[in-house]
């Protein structure tokens, strides 16, 4: 039973704005598609009590006062080649 | 000069304040050792020579002044190459940040920076942490220095290889399923992965939110517990990081010999299974031998959904991994030229990931994608709270489990190439991950000339007792890891 078929992988690639090859493509496909089949052994157990975990650490909120406050303010431009005006310069979106 | 396999952050804190030695000189041998072992070993991707060679001169000059200095101070580290540190490159062993300059410090870079290390250079990895070997480097292969056919495991391969080949005297890497204690275990170092929540992960390149850690690999347990309580506590920048108190680090650095020999240590028998290789069998029942010597209590334990740990974690990490590395979009990071229109833009720039990044990205779109969600990572987080229940209820009647590292000695190079038989690799460590306790891998022998591949056996403590596991592994190296 293929959960992964050519026209699923074309999507999620697509999904995933990953530009895939003929040749990447059809070894992706084997390879998802025996990853999917080990994944059938948690398919078997009964978690029907079991709230889900959402992560490792206690969950509760984090949270600080209401005032900017930002030290890394200037930074981020250097992750950003191109500037104009103080402006930072990105493809046109819309 | 003393030889630069001697050192250990201790040693060279003696060092340097018994004025054997000057900061200067160690961290120019270094460089020296660096500029011939690595160019077969290949632990390095870059390294901060200029920076490094200033600050130690700084570190010498404040020494002669008679000013004090912390025990950190001068020692030469190695950084994985996901950890941010300003003005170098943060390349994460991806072409799509071949040319990325970090704009800023990690935190663990700056607690480290305020006690006067000194950071040779940035480490190889397995492309964005993902991988057993650091093969899936974008950038090139990382060589075992026990065996250099053989993969330095992965994903800190770059790190764990710098320290055991002599190359620096510590070095931090990160852990999300195994990328710090599995590649300890195969190049004879010690390494540990911290409790979730007890280093802070900004500026560590996420790979995966819930399970990540950035962690010690070093020569001893000893520069283990110094390093580590260096780089812990709250963060604001890391809302997940969590408020240690001074005893915490109290109890590490001087460990009670009288507490640890009471701790009671659990076999699960989930572990000891048939696909052991020869050598770790005989490893590990030398190590079964040794603790029994020192004392401590055993006790045979289960731990019951252990085998669907491996399904719950490639489920929920690439879910995480697809999240995280969305943000390489060809426009922050790193710009591509594409004149089309902004689709194109994002396709064509992540077409410079490797083959296991995509892979991992869309088989995390595959698990999160509608139809699909709740019949694999609605499951697994579920199966997640098993796993971790298994755990809690395990450390009602012992402190701490013992376990190998990881069921092989390092493999030769290529051995691998099916991706399943890569992650099988971590069925030990993963588990500790998705559960967030803090573990440690130990060289069972001193491995340091002897012609035997290393074998690291697995301590996991209870969340935040750090001390159990470091202490354990300080009172097993004094009697069995003894260093010339």
């Known amino acids: 039973m293929s959960k992964i078929n050519d026209y699923k992988l074309k999507h999620l690639a697509q999904l995933a704005r990953i530009e895939l090859n003929a040749e990447e493509e059809k070894q992706l496909i084997d390879d998802l598609e025996k990853i999917i089949n080990y994944f059938s052994d948690i398919q078997k157990l009964d978690t029907s009590q079991i709230p889900p975990e959402i992560s490792a650490a206690q969950s509760k909120n984090v949270f600080r006062k209401d005032q900017a406050q930002n030290p890394y303010q200037n930074q981020g431009k250097e992750d950003f080649p191109e500037e104009e005006n103080g402006f930072l310069k990105v493809p046109k979106v819309l | ?25 160690i961290v120019q041998a270094f460089f020296d050792h660096i500029k011939e072992r690595d160019q077969e070993i290949g632990a390095y991707l870059s390294l901060n020579e200029e920076n490094a060679i200033k600050q130690a001169e700084e570190i010498d000059l404040k020494i002669a002044r008679g000013k004090e200095i912390d025990v950190l101070s001068g020692v030469p580290l190695a950084i994985k190459d996901n950890i941010l540190i300003q003005g170098l490159p943060a390349t994460a062993a991806s072409k799509i940040l071949e040319n990325y300059i970090a704009s800023y410090d990690a935190t663990v870079v700056k607690k480290l920076k305020a006690k006067g290390s000194i950071f040779l250079g940035k480490t190889n990895l ?49 852990d999300t399923g195994g990328s710090i204690r599995q590649p300890a275990s195969f190049c004879g170092v010690v390494g540990l992965k911290p409790t979730y929540g007890a280093v802070s992960r900004f500026g560590l390149i996420a790979m995966a939110s819930s399970l990540d850690q950035i962690g010690p690999l070093t020569k001893t347990v000893e520069d283990a517990a110094i390093l580590f309580t260096a780089i812990c506590g709250k963060d604001e920048f890391d809302a997940t990081s969590v408020n240690l108190d001074e005893n915490f680090c109290k109890e590490i650095l001087n460990p009670d010999i009288d507490y640890i020999k009471s701790l009671t240590i659990g076999i699960p ?13 005989k490893a590990m029942e030398l190590a079964i031998e040794n603790l029994k010597s020192l004392g401590l209590k055993f006790k045979e334990i289960s731990l019951p ?26 426009i922050r990071y790193s710009r591509i030229k594409e004149d089309k229109n902004l689709l194109n833009l994002y396709f064509k720039n992540k077409a410079l990931f ?12 595959f698990v999160l994608s509608s139809g699909y969600y709740d019949a694999y990572y609605k499951k697994a987080q579920e199966v997640r709270t098993l796993i971790k229940k298994d755990f809690e209820e395990a450390f009602q009647n012992i402190d701490v489990i013992l376990t190998p590292t990881s069921p092989t000695v390092a493999f030769k190079f290529g ?50 007792k750090e001390r159990d596991i470091l202490g354990i592994g300080q009172f097993y190296e004094k009697l069995f890891l003894k260093r010339e």
Not at chain 2, 314 to 319: D, E
Not at chain 2, 354 to 365: A, D, H
Request: no cysteine.
């Open chain 2, 1 to 25: 000069m003393t030889p630069l396999h001697h050192l250990t952050i201790k040693k060279f804190n003696e060092g340097l304040l018994k004025k054997e030695f000057k900061a200067l000189e």
């Open chain 2, 354 to 365: 490797g083959n296991e990044t995509k892979r991992r990205i869309i088989l995390g779109t």
């Open chain 2, 415 to 464: 051995e691998k190439k099916d991706p399943l038989s890569m992650y099988l690799s971590d069925i030990f460590t993963i588990p500790v991950n998705l559960a967030g306790l803090p573990a440690i891998s130990i060289p069972v022998k001193n491995y340091h000339q002897i012609k035997e591949l290393p074998v690291g056996f697995q301590l996991i403590g209870r969340h935040f």
């Open chain 2, 126 to 174: 397995d492309e964005f942490a993902m991988g057993s070997s650091t093969e899936n480097s974008a950038f090139k292969i990382t060589k075992n220095p026990s065996d250099p056919e053989r993969v330095p495991g992965g994903s800190s391969g770059g790190s764990a290889a710098a320290v055991a080949g002599h190359m620096a005297i510590a070095a931090l890497g990160s």
């Open chain 2, 269 to 281: 028998k989930e572990y000891f299974i048939e696909g052991l290789d020869a050598e770790t069998q």
């Open chain 2, 305 to 330: 959904h252990t085998p669907y740990a491996l399904s719950t974690y490639y489920i929920i990490m690439p879910a995480e991994v697809s999240s995280n590395l969305a943000r390489f979009d060809g």
